[in-house]
């Protein structure tokens, strides 16, 4: 079974940066697509970045595309999200997401595993 444990998240002014991590527990990550989607209340969640299994293919939703950087480091079975230039926009909590063997996609329901979330907040 694999565990994801999101981490890094926090309040941070428009403008600023935070780097949100995923710890994958379980064995082979190198045979995981991951992604990140974010959800505020009220609304689905959505779309924010994927990469495939070697790190050498992203995807990102137009909102964030030029902000945000997703990379991953299979030696230590972690995935990352660099976020920079946040806008009050971009207040949600977000998840890792991880599809065994596949492409690293926009949709869902690809995804078999989730973590719980970590919150970012953006606010002056």
């Known amino acids: 079974q694999v565990q994801l444990v999101e981490s890094g998240g926090g309040l941070v002014q428009p403008g600023g940066s935070l780097r949100l991590s995923c710890a994958h527990s379980?064995?082979?990550?190198?045979?995981?697509?991951m992604a990140w989607f974010r959800q505020t209340p009220g609304k689905e969640r959505e779309f924010v970045a994927a990469?495939?299994?070697?790190?050498?293919?992203?995807y990102y939703a137009g909102s964030v595309k030029g902000r945000f950087t997703i990379s991953r480091d299979n030696a230590k079975n972690t995935l990352y999200l660099q976020m920079n230039s946040l806008k009050p926009e971009d207040t949600a909590v977000y998840y890792c997401a991880a599809d065994m063997l596949g492409p690293g996609t926009d949709s869902l329901g690809a995804y078999d595993f989730w973590g719980q979330g970590t919150q970012v907040t953006v606010s002056s």
């Open positions: 379980g064995r082979a990550f190198n045979l995981y697509a």
């Open positions: 990469i495939n299994w070697s790190g050498t293919s992203t």
